[in-house]
Each structure stands twice: as structure tokens, then as C-alpha cells.
């Protein structure tokens, strides 16, 4: 179960409203939706929690490069949703090198078929590896708006409400919860 909502920076204030990430499959795409949500080209948070197991926080201010943040990388990383947040650059691997490299394949009989289970934990644990455990991004990502970085760091279970209070968008947000 996952929560997301869309916090736009208007005249009057905050302004929510929750958004269904089912057609979203890149970082790209959930830019464009935030910049969406204020035409004036005012500040757009993407708040997206996933069972209180990890938080992430997308910044978007007009046509500047998304900012993110993501509490837990590695729980982050075994939801669809998270994956759309944990970006080579975000997690500071080469881009597109997801790609087997051919030449370091080990050819030893299971090419026709037959699996060898220890490589396959082999082969698990380097992409676990990959993702670390704990915070990725941008922790001073809200530091403007008045939830510093150490305070950031510090959120686990109702993240994003405490986010909301901090911002002055607590009621806003509750009303698309």
C-alpha cells in the first residue's frame, strides 16, 4: 500500500491533492506531473510514502531538475515506485550499465537451460549491494521550507505528516490522505 500527494506552493499557500502513480514510469514523467499541478511554476513536492517502510520527497521547482530525496534506498528499491526515484545518478552508478557484460559471463554447462543456484544468490547479492541501506539524495532538500536536513534524517514512521506540519500544510494534506 503506498500514499502519494502533490503539494503545490501557491500565493495563498499550500495546495494538495493525491495523485495515482499507475501511468508514471520515469523520473521524467513525474516531473511533468508535479510541474502540472502549478502552472505558475511555483515549488511542487511529490510526497510519496510505502507502508512506512520508506519515504521519498521529490522537489520541483519549475523547469529545474527534479531534487529527491528517499529515506530508504533499499526498501525503496523493491517497489515500483521507489525504483522510479532511485536513478543512476541518485545512487551514483553509470548510467545504463544495467547490462550483463558479455565477457564476464561464466559459460559452465547451464547455458542450455539448467540453473546453478549459486550464482543466482551470486548474482542477487551484487544487486543488493548496488542500492545501500538507509537515506539517498538531497537531505537539504526542504531546508528552505523549514524542515532542515538533520530533521529530515532523523523522520521514519509518520514522515510525511510531520513534513506537512513543519510546512504549514498539515490540514491541506490531510485532506487528500
Known sequence: ??????????????????????????????????????????????????????????????????RIYVSDAAAAARSSYGEILLTDELLGREPGNDAPDLDALDLDGTEDGETDDADDADDAGSADASVPHGPVGDAAILDDLGVGEKELLSLSEDALTEIAEALGASETLETVR
Open 1 to 66: 500500500m503506498y500514499f502519494a500527494a502533490l503539494l503545490a506552493r501557491t500565493e495563498d499557500g499550500w495546495e494538495a491533492s493525491d495523485t495515482e502513480l499507475d501511468d508514471v514510469e520515469t523520473l521524467s514523467d513525474l516531473a511533468d506531473l508535479a510541474r502540472e499541478a502549478s502552472p505558475d511554476e511555483d515549488t511542487v513536492l511529490v510526497l510519496i510514502e510505502q507502508e512506512d517502510a520508506w519515504f521519498g520527497v521529490v522537489r520541483v521547482d519549475g523547469e529545474d531538475d527534479p
